[in-house]
């Protein structure tokens, strides 16, 4: 994701970040990293294997979307069960999922077929 404050941009790494740490400026983190919740922290019905660390992404909501932000070293990683499977009911159920990968994205259609989009 981007964050403003720190002018990053979506699909780049963090400067703060570090590999199996975290944020190394967390005490100091700007607002809109406060504020964030991914939706595995937000949705009891997901279980410990959704969390990003064993997942290898990052799920968020963003104007009604269900946006999937994964690891570029692991841009499959939503792919493998028990992932794709849910992905691909919720896109089914009429919830709109994108899946990001650094800059190149996928829209999961209903009937599970993806089509390439552009991150805006």
Aim: net charge positive; hydrophobic share 40%; charged share 25%.
């Amino acid at each position: 994701m981007g964050v403003t404050e720190l002018e990053k941009p979506a699909g780049r790494w963090c400067v703060h970040f570090r590999r199996g740490r975290g944020c190394d400026a967390y005490e100091a983190r700007p607002a809109s990293c406060r504020v964030f919740n991914c939706t595995w922290l937000l949705t009891e019905a997901l279980d410990e294997s959704w969390k990003p660390t064993v997942s290898g992404f990052v799920m968020h909501a963003d104007a009604g979307r269900l946006i999937v932000e994964c690891d570029p070293s692991r841009p499959h990683a939503w792919r493998a069960a028990p992932y794709r499977e849910m992905l691909e009911l919720w896109a089914a159920r009429g919830q709109e999922v994108l899946i990001f990968a650094g800059r190149r994205g996928l829209r999961l259609n209903p009937d599970a077929s993806t089509r390439p989009v552009a991150r805006t």
